[in-house]
Structures are given as structure tokens and as C-alpha cells.
């Protein structure tokens, strides 16, 4: 058995999926596709509990390859990923700030850049709105911003915008 998850079908949610099934079902192997250019996603994948990741120049033959890798207990990039992950680590730079976030907070943070109030973002999350106020506060605190437009701005100048 395999979990295969889209990264684009619902990414409020899929990483928050990932970890929750990990802790479920440790040996369960799990393969994100990420059909996004960028390490940013990808990296947080594999933070979650992916065992691979299949990013979006990956062949049939590719994806047939990762299903094979995963399915059998290995770790698997392919050669966009893979890039993706490597210039992130190889960089010299420092991680960014929103790399040490929790899922949720990188959901609420991702649905902010995306123009959406804190009522929608509890509504799409299943939250309450005081739990999204809650996580708010902590990514102001997080991201070394001051207000609502600057967590947005933030949200939308590193890509962290949902659909």
C-alpha cells in the first residue's frame, strides 16, 4: 500500500494529511506530486512525512520509478525535485523564516498570501476563528512582522500563495 498525494488537488491540508498519517502509520511509504517549480513545497513534503517527491517535468517512466522507490521503503527526488531540494540546501543562505513553521501555520500563512480573511481561513481549515487569530499572532511573531499586510506581503514575496 501507498498514499499518493497531489500537492495542487488540496494544498491547505496535505501536509497537515502527511504528518497526521505518519504518526498513524509510520511504515505507510507516501509520494507527493508537486506540480509547482520550486524547493519550497517539496521541502516541506518531505518535513511532513513523504518519502518522495515527484516534481513536474517527471516522465511516466519517472513516476512508474518513484511508485517502485517509494512502495519499497526508499527515498525518492526526481531530477526537478531533486534540483529544487538542492539549491535550498546548498544555497549558503539562511532557511527561511517560514521553513521553521508548523503545517497549520504554513496553511494559514499560504491562505493569507492567497487575500483570504482570517473567517474564510478558519472555515477552509475547520478551525475556529479564535485559532486562526491564535496562529496569526504567532506568525507575526514568527516572520519578524508587525501587521496583517506585512504577513501578506511576506506570504507573496516568497510564493506561499494557495490558489
Known sequence: MLLAIDLDVDEVGAFELMARMRLRAPSLPILAFDLRPGADRAVRALR???RGVVGDGATREKL???VSAVAAG???LDGDAIGAVLDVAVSGQPEPLHHS???REYETLCLYGAG???GVIARE???SPKTVNTYRARLLEKLNVGTT???IRYAITHGLTSR
Open 149 to 151: 499586510a506585512e504577513l
Open 116 to 118: 483570504k480573511r482570517a
Open 48 to 50: 511532513s512525512g513523504a
Open 101 to 103: 513553521l508548523s503545517n
Open 74 to 76: 526508499r527515498r525518492y
Open 125 to 127: 481549515l475547520a478551525l
Open 64 to 66: 512508474v520509478e518513484a
